[in-house]
């Protein structure tokens, strides 16, 4: 099938986000960043350039962390997406957001779901990495305020609880 | 919010239909693989595709086909991420250098959506250039994009801007080719005779062709190896890169080389005579002190990407030194953590 | 303040009391605002950098599909400025633009893509003017001025202090070091790009949200720009993604957004991008500086005679401050029995200087720590040594008369000379590899607001209820420091309950009593010590109720766990709950409130009150460096950094402000810049910010940050809440110039100017080779007219803190250009 959408008219698509499948319209130059954001009202996910330079607007896509201020949000559909509202199960905080919470992870917290989603996707793969893979995962995100320690310190420890919970 | 423009969008199935559409769309269309390239270059009305051919739904192009063919060689599917190619354990065995230019593109979020092929075509870049439409309009624009001088050379009569693709220098170095499919047929090119030492046409490629795979040599015998200069360990673009790939007699005598450069000129090139100068020899210090220089004398870095100039060009030589001495075997990890910040 | 000596809240590792809903992304930053009917602005600016505009015409633009309204210079006829000594700002330009970014227009339409789209259609015809590119050029070209007010030509703010006799001092000195360094501008780059949202509410009055750290100032500064009566206007903070002095300005856009609300009786919201937030800046002012210091043999400081010349950018901003603190603050840290001061502000046509992170203070401290270590260097002294040999007296005062108070710098260079390994490596490691100690110092909040007035600094009120809860309102904001959490912490502690049962409504000024915002780390000071009056107020109406029912003394009642008991007999006692319930039923709703000033400061001179703080926070930092040989290439493994905190609230938070100062730091001194191009006159003139991007202006990633050992110094401050002094800013400025000083330890090169970058230090190694002198850096200082000076004699010179009559008789020292030494 060979999916033309006219210039000026606005698109219907199908989005799984954070589970669920919501049936969302809106102009096709919008970038998923903008659809979570202004159509779907998920100001979690973040922005600071929307250039791709800075990982304040990381989610997931299909379990991998991208950056969706760079993603067509007419390319997502049926294919599943992951923000921040989607990290805590109710209203307990995931281990990560947890972590983080607790030591220092996050200080203006506008790095904070980006960098979350991204150390999420680290865990899901590898429970147990060491600091050299947490710098590596997340050096596609900047922090302005913390210096990065204390994130690797809430991502080393969100993964300790992680491994905690699943035994 | 930087926001894209409108255009119209084509999410063909294969890849016959996509190079119908490109071919029948004209000039005005534009593929789009990751769009790691493109879409900033569109946020910032770089380039302003009428209609986008998509090819994240087109069957094939993310196929790795290892040695199937009994020679050793190895293709590459074009539509493979940097991520894809990176967690390949083949390629890290035997494309050392390949693995190291992956692995050092931009950062872990945009090597899990860019594509080796969007990276093969990266557009050319220039800080006179890759800025906002109102920037530049400040400076009345320039030659590449909606005007007609370049800044950067102020008399020269073509675009200089810098080619910036990290994985080609290694491809080149590794002798690699690429296969264009178009409406009207399939070719071959070397990887070095893609570009074109222009910073507007820096491309071979016709518009109506996609680069569907990169066809590998066999990697008996050689060892390759990547180091790429930048400031920072993860994000910025290469302003140089040094790609460099050998291949020794078991005595360690060079039987065969190739030394290719990447963000010192529009294209990323092979330096003819480097490779001829160590054939023959041990990669002795002074060998690979000789090659460097050689090298260097080729590097022209212009005054439109990050760092000092004189200082660029003034390095080449000691990352050539790094690239030979990795492959001949010395221990370059401290080195290396220094200069990518990170172990590869 | 409370006198208890144990706390159950202060000064324990614990999760921020807004944490959670950073980590779920409930936070609600200004761009996170909608609000139903929500129109979007767009911003037209100006491509030249200096120009007159002849004519614009908007009809295109007012009849594109979706606009709803277009706003000129027109629009606004009054002129604005965050300072009330420097109105010289437009939302939208009137008649002249200066810098390439100057708003001109502005275009409101139902989505950002229709107002961008509309804004193309906006023609304006621009007149261009000479452009003023750099101080020099200020300095030699009175015209085209820039501006009609400030000194005369191009210079803003041109003064000079003289505390005591400095030529004599230097004249009497063993060694005299004359040496020139040059800092860099660079910005703050939050991660949130400015956003703001203004409504007109039912009423007809206005709201704004708003990303600024400075409600009350905003306020203020909107009322008059917009002339609206004050009382018609709500300010609300938002939390900062990240502000870093950044949004201590009234910005054109909250003007505009306001204006729009106002005009279309529909909510208007503006998101700058981020080339949009390079140009709004306020950053780091590039400055030159000359010092002349005087040295005896032991190591001993003189005198020092400072001189500072501040590339400002188009407007005032806060640079009638900033020009002060590039010196006053230079006497804190060590014995200066002499310092004269010299400081000038230009106008160029870039987009405007102001605060950033350690205000003005950076620059000379820079200076001034890279000068110790060659200092020492020179006199063979240890250069920790050198500096414990004269650090300043606690409780005493400087030859500019600012009054320090607790000083815990000794104890900070003992700690990171300790931990760092100093003594075995400093001096001793392989070429190649090497070690830098830097000190700094800074205030604890400014001891004088921007505006005139002799009311309080900071005010909190708090409502307690019978359900227990305790409401805590306060102007300050919130901009990830944590001062939610310190405000919660310490009501939590005076009232022996848990920070999490606080809650906290801050930064917003139609319901939070005023506080003068979050800059010049004065939060926790002001703001605590205003909460803590507030709840010990309450506390003792609490224990009274308390101690009634228990019958018993009041003195004798402890508040703590959530309970009030008899402090000898902790079983006997009842629920905070139930205190509550007694309290309000025997005095009626309950609320108190409390207030801050900061203690009145010594100087009596005109200038004396920037500088003056209620405590100083002092810190040391130990950097080691790797460069190669080769290529200059400089790689930072470890940092080692000790800070005199007084007492550390949150321990969780301060570790982070610590940390982050460090990461700011490190990239100040190797690769941030706020740079600009010229292009040839002829062919453009154009003057552009040359990388006005996330990706070319470089800000460490992870991988570039190294591990950091933290020490907190803790002795508290008697003028402190619990004692805590300031930790936001003071940590960033050790780190420039231990940078600075390990490059010299690793291959005997001085960098005398950050950024320090590879090829500076290539360029160094290069003239030590050919036996040169290996340092890079300024060259020269221009002339620079610095009136006559002020005098005051210094506190051991018979002063009183006035300025003296008689002038210097010798004139000023015609200055020239001169070599570095
Ligand atoms: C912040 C940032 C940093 C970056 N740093 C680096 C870096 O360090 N090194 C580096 O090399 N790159 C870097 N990039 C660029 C980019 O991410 C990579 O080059 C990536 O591999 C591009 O692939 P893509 O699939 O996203 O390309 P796209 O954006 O989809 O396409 C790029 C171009 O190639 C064309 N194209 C794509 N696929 C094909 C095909 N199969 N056949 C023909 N034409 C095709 C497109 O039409 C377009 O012109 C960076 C990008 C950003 C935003
Ligand atoms: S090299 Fe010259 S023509 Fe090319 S993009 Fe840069 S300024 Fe423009
Ligand atoms: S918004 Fe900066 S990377 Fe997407
Ligand atoms: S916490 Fe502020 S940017 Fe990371």
Redesign the pocket.
């Known amino acids: 099938m060979n999916a033309v959408v006219e210039a000026r008219r606005n698109v219907r698509v199908t989005l799984r986000v954070n589970g669920e499948q919501t049936e969302v319209l809106f102009a096709p130059y919008k970038t998923l960043l903008e659809v979570l954001r202004e159509e779907m009202n998920l100001t979690g996910t973040k922005h600071g350039c929307e250039?791709?330079?800075c990982g304040a607007c990381a989610v997931l896509l299909d379990g991998v962390p991208v950056l969706s201020c760079l993603v067509l949000a007419i390319e997502c559909e049926g294919r599943s997406i992951e923000t921040v509202e989607g990290l805590a199960r109710g209203s307990e905080l995931h281990p990560l957001q947890a972590a983080f919470a607790d030591l220092g992870g996050t200080q203006c917290g506008y790095c904070t779901p980006g960098i979350l989603m991204t150390a999420k996707a680290l865990l899901d793969k590898e429970p147990d990495p060491g600091r050299e893979r947490i710098r590596e995962a997340i050096s596609g995100n900047l922090c302005r305020c913390t210096g990065y320690l204390q994130i690797y310190e809430s991502i080393e420890e969100g993964a300790r609880r992680m491994r905690e919970e699943a035994k | 919010m930087m926001r894209l423009p409108w255009f119209r969008h084509h999410a063909p199935d294969t890849l016959a239909e996509a190079a119908r559409i490109l071919a029948g769309e004209g000039p005005n269309a534009?593929?789009?693989?990751?769009?790691?390239?493109?879409?900033?270059n569109m946020k910032r009305r770089h380039q302003s595709p009428s209609a986008l051919i998509s090819?994240a739904r087109v069957e094939g192009l993310k196929n790795i086909s290892n040695g199937s063919g009994g020679n050793g060689e190895m293709r590459l599917g074009?539509g493979l991420t940097?991520s894809d190619v990176v967690h390949c354990a083949a390629v890290r065995e035997k494309y050392a250098g390949l693995y190291q230019a992956a692995a050092?593109?931009?950062t872990t979020h945009?090597r899990n959506?860019?594509?080796l092929?969007?990276?093969l075509?990266?557009?050319t870049r220039c800080n006179y250039y890759n800025q906002n439409y109102e920037w530049r309009k400040a400076i009345d624009f320039c030659m590449k994009k909606d005007g007609d001088i370049c800044w950067v050379a102020t008399a020269s009569k073509r675009c200089v801007a810098v080619s910036?693709?990290?994985?080609a220098p290694a491809l080149i170095a590794l002798g690699a080719k690429v296969r264009l499919f178009s409406a009207t047929g399939e070719r071959e090119v070397t990887v070095a005779d893609l570009y074109n030492n222009d910073g507007m046409d820096y491309l071979t490629?016709r518009p109506d062709e996609?680069?569907t795979s990169v066809l590998l040599p066999a990697a008996s015998g050689w060892n390759s190896s990547y180091w790429k200069l930048r400031r920072r360990g993860a994000?910025?673009?290469?302003v140089l890169g040094v790609a460099a790939a050998v291949k020794t007699a078991s005595d360690g005598t060079v039987e065969e080389a190739r030394i290719a450069l990447g963000a010192v000129a529009s294209r990323p090139f092979l330096v003819e005579k480097a490779g001829g100068l160590l054939v023959g020899k041990a990669l002795t210090d002074d060998a690979i002190a000789e090659a460097g220089a050689l090298v260097a004398s080729r590097a022209k870095p212009m005054d439109n990407a990050d760092l000092d100039i004189y200082w660029r060009k003034g390095v080449v030589s000691s990352f050539v030194g790094y690239a030979l001495r990795e492959i001949r075997g010395d221990d370059m990890r401290v080195t290396r953590l220094r200069i990518a910040r990170h172990a590869l | 303040m409370s006198t208890r000596k144990r706390f159950d809240v202060v000064g324990k590792p614990r999760r921020r009391v807004d944490g959670r809903s950073k980590v779920t992304g409930l936070t609600k930053f200004a761009d996170d605002v909608v609000l139903p009917r929500m129109l979007h602005a767009k911003m037209l600016r100006s491509p030249h950098p200096h120009a007159r505009i002849d004519a614009i015409d908007v009809s295109r633009a007012e009849q594109h599909p979706g606009v709803h309204l277009v706003l000129t210079g027109r629009d606004f006829p009054v002129s604005f400025g965050i300072m009330p000594v420097s109105q010289d700002e437009f939302p939208l330009a009137p008649e002249r633009v200066r810098y390439v970014g100057d708003p001109v227009a502005a275009v409101i339409a139902k989505d950002e893509q229709t107002a961008s789209e509309a804004l193309d259609l906006i023609e304006v015809k621009y007149t261009p003017l000479q452009t003023i590119a750099t101080p020099e050029e200020a300095l030699a070209h009175p015209e085209a001025r820039i501006h009609e007010y400030g000194e005369h030509g191009n210079i803003h703010r041109i003064q000079a202090y003289e505390f005591g006799d400095v030529e004599e001092a230097l004249a009497k000195s063993d060694h005299v070091f004359e040496d020139l360094f040059f800092f860099q501008g660079n910005t703050h780059l939050p991660i949130e790009q400015h956003a703001s949202v203004a409504a007109v509410d039912g009423e007809g009055k206005l709201t704004l949200w708003s990303s600024t750290q400075v409600p009350h100032y905003i306020h203020r500064a909107l009322a008059r720009a917009l002339q609206v009566n004050a009382a018609h206007i709500r300010v609300i903070a938002c939390p900062n993604g990240g502000g870093f002095g950044g949004k201590c300005d009234l910005h054109n856009h909250e003007i505009v957004v306001s204006r729009a609300a106002m005009r279309l009786g529909r909510p208007v919201k503006i998101c700058l991008t981020r080339e949009e937030v390079f140009y709004m800046h306020r950053g780091r002012h590039p400055v030159l500086m000359k010092f002349r210091t005087g040295v005896m043999n032991d190591g001993k400081i003189t005198g020092m005679h400072l001189q500072t010349l501040l590339d400002g950018g188009g407007y005032g901003s806060y640079g009638a401050a900033s020009t002060f603190y590039t010196g006053v603050l230079q006497p804190v840290s060590y014995e200066l029995p002499r310092f004269k001061f010299d400081a000038c502000r230009t106008f160029t046509n870039k987009p405007p200087c102001g605060p950033k992170r350690g205000h003005g203070t950076p620059q000379p401290r820079f200076g001034q720590e890279v000068q110790l270590d060659k200092i020492a260097e020179k006199l063979r002294i240890d250069p920790a040594e050198l500096r414990l040999n004269m650090v300043a007296k606690p409780n005493s005062l400087t030859a500019n008369w600012l009054r320090i108070g607790s000083i815990g710098l000794a104890e900070c260079i003992r700690r990171v000379v300790d931990i760092s390994g100093w003594k075995d490596k400093h001096r001793k490691l392989p070429e190649g590899r090497g070690l830098g100690l830097a000190c700094g110092a800074y205030m604890s909040g400014a001891g004088l607001p921007i505006y005139w007035n002799k009311m309080p600094h900071s005010g909190v009120q708090l409502l307690l209820d019978r359900s227990g809860q305790v409401t805590v309102f306060c102007g300050a904001t919130e901009i990830g420091q944590g001062s939610d959490d310190v405000l919660a912490a310490i009501v939590a502690e005076v009232l022996g309950i848990d920070a999490f049962d606080v809650r906290c409504v801050t930064g917003d000024t139609g319901l939070t009593p005023i506080d003068l915002g979050s800059y010049s780390s004065r939060v926790t000071v002001m703001m605590g010590n205003a909460a803590i009056q507030a709840a010990e107020r309450l506390r003792e109406v609490l224990a009274e109720a308390a101690a009634e029912h228990l019958e018993v003394s009041p003195e004798r009642i402890v508040l703590a766990q959530g309970r009030a008991f008899l402090a000898e007999d902790p079983g006997r006692g009842i629920s905070f709950r139930e205190t509550v319930e007694l309290a309000e039923a025997k005095h009626g709703t309950l609320g108190s409130v409390g207030s801050y000033s900061p203690p009145r400061a010594p100087a009596r001179y005109k200038g004396g009150g920037v500088g003056p703080s209620p405590a100083y926070s002092y810190t040391a930092c130990v950097v080691e460096v790797a460069v190669d040989a080769a290529t200059g290439w400089i790689t930072v493994p470890r940092v080692w950094i000790a800070h005199d905190i007084g007492r550390a609230i949150n321990p969780v938070s301060v570790r982070g402000q610590v940390e982050g100062s460090v990461y700011m730091g490190l990239g100040e001194a190797l690769m941030e810049e706020q740079v600009f191009r010229r292009l040839p006159p002829k062919l453009s003139g154009a003057l552009v910010h040359k990388i006005p991007s996330l990706?070319e202006y470089k800000s460490l990633t992870s991988l570039d940050m190294p591990e950091v050992e933290t020490v907190l110094i803790e002795d508290p401050d008697p003028n402190c809440p619990f004692g805590a002094k300031e930790v936001g800013q003071g940590p960033l400025l050790p780190v420039m110039p231990a940078v600075a000083n390990a490059v010299w330890d690793a291959v005997g090169v001085r960098i005398d100017e950050v950024p320090i970058t590879p090829d500076k230090v290539l360029r160094a190694l290069e003239r030590k080779a050919k036996g040169e002198n290996p340092r890079v850096g300024p060259e020269s200082f221009p002339a620079v007219p610095y009136p006559e000076p002020i005098c005051v004699a210094p506190p051991w010179e018979g002063g009183d803190g006035n300025a003296s009559k008689e002038k210097r008789k010798a004139p000023a020292r015609k200055l020239e250009g001169m070599a570095a030494s």
């Open positions: 250039l791709g330079e | 534009m593929l789009i693989a990751g769009g790691t390239d493109l879409l900033p090819l074009a940097l050092q593109v931009a945009l959506m860019g594509t092929g969007g990276n075509c990266l557009d910036s693709t990290d994985t490629r996609i680069l994000f910025d673009f290469p | 990706l």
